[in-house]
DNA sequence: CTTATCCTTTTACAAATGTTAAATAATCAA
DNA sequence: TTGATTATTTAACATTTGTAAAAGGATAAG
């Protein structure tokens, strides 16, 4: 069982998406556990079903996926952000992606089955997380623009902009395949704006 | 007021993604309403803000914005095919993108602050509605997987067995833009596979 | 401290894609 | 049908990005 306490930033990030019962918080905190990772282990394997909902609660994370045998990350998830991999999640197919912890990471874990349950007797619950779903949607479609319709170099910038310390924090072999491009490419983009 | 079987399509549609009750349907079918556009005509402009929900009953339709004064295609609805602008809708900002009629077609269109409201009271249309996102969601991720890592020659090969009969009814100019190259690159590769 | 490993940059060259302009081809309206 | 407009292809050249290999830095384990 875990201390609710430990779950103080996690149940806030959620009441900023939609305000929910006191009942609802406990319903919810009693899904939840807590999933310590060292820095460069994976939190879940390519092949796995993805049953689970995490949330970073301290650290950082990527989910990655091999594409000819290069790994490429699709998504970073710094402090209190979602890990959701939906292409398994929403499908019960295996997922062809992992969680690898980047840091040394506590996430905070809920199984989808016991969640998905609580739809039916809660559905303000229900409504939270199609709210979470909403959000990341919009969040990816965005994300698809930039990498469409914007060239690398601009991608980068934006990146910088958002994230400021990601230089610091993520080997930039990580940020490259973010980004769509390879490791020599990046190299060449930050040598172009100094 | 729509007549029922004008939307026999439509809630074949639905009840495919999730079953529910006749007083659903007729709460849905409550806020339908039928909007006929003609060929390169626009449902909707680019700079308002998105409130309906769009299904396509008859015909094809694109949504698309300006990208330095040009076209950018990002999405094509075929005849059962939803169309939900989703950076606006949940978000509640004017929206950079217009609904354009690729042929005369025939929208179903559902107000979505009224069908927001439904789901106070009908807990299964919101639970239809959330898996409806949570199909787009799963849609949008494996779309720009593949942009983000095929090369434009396998994404042309990939959107033509996926809808052969594509390039007959949209002009390439459009599927240029959707595909994130320009019209010169995917005549190059049309003439390369030829 | 030293070695081994991994990360990042650089170089040289190849391939893919963009830009501009011109030439065809197709379509639409008078 | 004719002329005007729009769509598509082709050509020539520029730019971007990829690939492979080497070199220099940083980091971690012994």
Redesign the pocket.
């Known amino acids: 069982m875990v201390n609710k306490t430990e779950l103080d930033g996690f149940l806030n990030f959620l009441q900023k998406i939609q305000s929910f019962s006191p009942e609802a918080v406990d319903s919810i905190v009693g899904l939840c556990s807590l999933i310590s990772i060292r820095k460069n282990q994976n939190l879940q394997e390519i092949g796995q079903k993805c049953r689970t909902i995490y949330f970073v609660k301290e650290g950082l994370a990527r989910i990655f996926y091999l594409k000819d045998g290069n790994e490429v990350t699709e998504y970073f998830a710094f402090e209190n952000d979602l890990i959701i991999r939906a292409e398994s999640l929403f499908t019960g197919k295996p997922s062809k992606k992992a969680i690898q912890a980047l840091e040394n990471t506590v996430f905070i874990g809920i199984p989808s089955d016991a969640l998905f349950e609580l739809f039916d007797t809660k559905p303000e619950i229900e409504r939270l997380f199609r709210k979470i779903i909403e959000q990341a949607y919009v969040a990816t479609v965005l994300r698809m623009e930039a990498i469409q319709f914007h ?3 601009e991608r980068y910038a934006l990146l910088l902009s958002e994230k400021p310390n990601l230089i610091q924090q993520i ?4 940020i490259a395949s973010y980004l ?12 172009s704006i100094r």
């Open positions: 060239a690398a170099e080997p930039l072999k990580h769509g491009i390879t490791q020599v490419s990046l190299s060449r983009i930050r040598a």
